[in-house]
């Protein structure tokens, strides 16, 4: 069984070792005699076998015939004949070259401070906005305050509020503050959104002479203390 699988190996790789090898072509009548004799391949023989595996003949057309090429590995690949080009993808103006070094690019804020400005921007321009309908007086904690606002629950109707100012919050469009008073010996408090579109108007009526910026202490003192 050895002999047969090594005869039909060497009949199929004759050919290239005779290409390869004019020693190895020359050897060969004396080869298939040792094979059919019996004796096997010589040490020769298979080093000519184990070179003529590892290296293949390329021709440079098609078919037969034509000039054959040089010698390659057969895990050898052949360069790339097409190079990617980038730069028909790219839409906006860059100064640095596409898979530039990191080490090499040109110096620009992070995508995190970028995008918080742009919201930023967006957000001074809805407050400029909602200052044009209605200018917001400046106030702070301790100052009297009158708030003039539309009910929706009353059908629309207006409604004034008064009361002492024990925060106020600036935070662009989500700015806020609360009033304090005590209506029949009852304490209340009410929360208005700066910017709402049902605040028709923001009037100090005195001005207080706090020195904190919160006053949540009121709640924990007399109701005499809160009341305007």
Excluded at 56 to 80: D, H, M
Excluded at 180 to 204: A, C, G, M, W, Y
Aim: with cysteine; net charge positive; charged share 25%.
């Amino acid at each position: 069984m050895r002999l047969a699988v090594l005869d039909t190996l060497w009949t199929l790789t004759r050919c290239t070792l005779r290409a390869s090898s004019p020693t190895c072509g020359a050897s060969t009548s004396a080869s298939d005699t040792a094979l059919k004799a019996g004796h096997g391949f010589r040490m020769h023989d298979l080093g000519c076998l184990w070179g003529s595996m590892r290296t293949i003949k390329t021709q440079s057309g098609q078919g037969r015939g034509k000039a054959k090429g040089s010698e390659v590995p057969l895990y050898a690949r052949g360069p790339k004949t097409e190079q990617s080009d980038l730069s028909k993808f790219v839409s906006h103006d860059v100064s640095d070259k596409p898979w530039t070094p990191s080490s090499q690019r040109a110096k620009r804020k992070r995508q995190t401070k970028t995008a918080k400005y742009m919201v930023d921007l967006i957000e001074r321009e809805q407050v400029a906005k909602a200052n044009e309908i209605l200018a917001v007086p400046n106030f702070r904690a301790g100052d009297v305050l009158e708030v003039t606002t539309i009910v929706p629950e009353n059908q629309g109707k207006k409604a004034t509020y008064r009361g002492i100012c024990i925060a106020r919050r600036n935070r662009g469009m989500g700015s806020s503050f609360i009033i304090r008073n005590v209506v029949k010996d009852s304490p209340f408090e009410l929360h208005f959104p700066t910017h709402s579109p049902l605040i028709q108007n923001i009037k100090v009526v005195e001005k207080g002479k706090a020195k904190r910026s919160k006053l949540y202490n009121l709640r924990s003192l007399p109701a005499k203390y809160s009341r305007v």
